[in-house]
């Protein structure tokens, strides 16, 4: 039986890219290569100059050092000086030689005082230059940093279209700014994926709940059901409520983690009164009474997404207060250049170490999931989020007596 001969194995894949030229490492033009020459031929130019300067300032000290004037006058050797008064008391040979020595010693100490003066002032002068130079030129290294942080900057704020692409010598500055235009370009994927997923999942998830809820609603509209169809039909309709709510929650809190590009000018104090407003009959029927000062503090941002911050959090104040005697206190302001909300209630006394747990999805103070009334457990994690996306925070602090001073501060 004969065997088929095995297939050609595939050249070997070549271990360089053919389509960049390939240079040897010591002849890359890196940064280090670059500071190297530039302050190296810096410190070379500076002594260069330092050199001949005190070469020039060296003569000029010799040149004034022989500028003495000497006189010989008569048959005999006298010698009279001008610069060198001395010399003219001098009667003898060994007064003479004394004399010029101490003038030629005088002279010569002149001279290097004259010449360390001179040179210091030069030294100050080229050390201006120098830091002047050095400042411009380490701005011209430094300036593609600039352009790589104002990038970022920009996509902090939510553009993740911004691109660096510098241009220039292939460093190390240029591969960093290459590196960080191809981790945009994932994180651009990335986030467009998600937000094709979340608007999939909010009508493939709403649309059969919806279809459940309608159904329910036909068979309990239908008078001749028995009592135990519509007990099971009512109980199955609350399930499905909350499981709407749960989706509506987690699709908010999936938008909310992003950041807002269109705002809008937004007051706090019309938003606090709306949540107010939706909450009245749910406080009324829990004996619990609103209270407070709501004063103006515009914000930017998006309405119905602050709407919902003060919306959980008055809930949570409401449903989350004491049987008698309840109260839930709602004030606006502006604070230090910051809008705040702040919502206080009575209520259970919460530890301080549950504060951090409350902020957590799907978690509630000694509470579970399941079996709850008061909500999803979504509610002050979409509320944080939110805040987070529009460039404020959100913080909780334990009441003195019980309940929870909750407070929200943004920028205007």
């Known amino acids: 039986m004969a065997t ?25 033009p890196t940064i280090r290569i670059r500071l190297t020459l530039l302050y190296g031929g810096m ?12 070469y020039l300032l060296a003569a000029q000290a010799i040149r004034g050092g022989n500028n003495q ?14 610069t060198c008064p001395v010399l003219n ?18 002279l010569r100490q002149h001279a290097l005082d004259d010449l360390l003066s001179r040179s210091l002032l030069t030294l100050l002068g080229l050390a201006v230059i120098a830091f002047a130079f050095g400042y411009a030129m380490a701005g011209r290294v430094l300036t593609p940093l600039g352009r790589i942080t104002r990038t970022a900057r920009a996509v902090a704020g939510s553009d993740l279209s911004r691109r660096i692409e510098l241009d220039g010598p292939d460093d190390e500055l240029k591969e960093l700014a290459d590196t960080l235009d191809d981790m945009l370009e994932r994180l651009q994927r990335a986030f467009t994926a998600q937000q094709r997923f979340v608007g999939n999942a909010s009508h493939e998830l709403r649309t059969p709940l919806a279809i459940n809820r309608t159904l329910l609603e036909v068979h309990l509209s239908d008078p001749g059901a028995p009592p135990e169809l519509q007990q099971l039909g009512k109980t199955l309709l609350a399930t499905n409520e909350r499981s709407e709510q749960l989706v509506e929650g987690l699709l908010l809190l999936a938008r909310s983690d992003n950041q807002i590009v269109e705002r809008k000018p937004v007051d706090l104090a019309e938003v606090a009164s709306q949540a107010v407003d939706q909450t009245h009959a749910e406080a009324e029927a829990k004996g619990v009474v609103f209270r407070g000062k709501c004063d103006p503090a515009v914000v930017q941002g998006n309405g119905v997404l602050l709407e919902r911050i003060a919306l959980n959090l008055v809930q949570n104040a409401v449903r989350y207060n004491v049987p008698e005697d309840g109260w839930v206190e709602v004030t606006t302001a502006v604070q230090h250049g910051q809008a705040v909300l702040v919502v206080s209630n009575t209520g259970p006394v919460v530890p301080a170490y549950e504060i951090d747990n409350l902020f957590e999805p799907f978690r509630r103070l000694r509470t579970e999931r399941t079996g709850s009334d008061k909500g999803v457990g979504l509610g002050l994690s979409i509320a944080r989020s939110v805040a987070r996306a529009h460039g404020g ?16 501060a943004l920028s205007i």
């Open 4 to 28: 088929t001969p095995a297939p050609p194995k595939a050249p070997p894949k070549p271990t360089w890219d053919p389509r960049k030229p390939q240079q040897l490492p010591w002849l890359r």
């Open 43 to 54: 410190f070379l130019i500076a002594g260069i100059l330092l050199l001949s300067i005190i």
């Open 89 to 106: 008391a001098a009667t003898n040979d060994v007064q003479l030689n004394a004399a010029l020595k101490s003038c030629n010693d005088a």
């Open 393 to 408: 925070h959100i913080s909780a602090q334990p009441r003195e007596g019980g309940g929870l001073v909750m407070r929200v």
């Open 69 to 82: 004037s000497f006189q010989i006058s008569g048959s005999g050797v006298s010698i009279t000086s001008e």
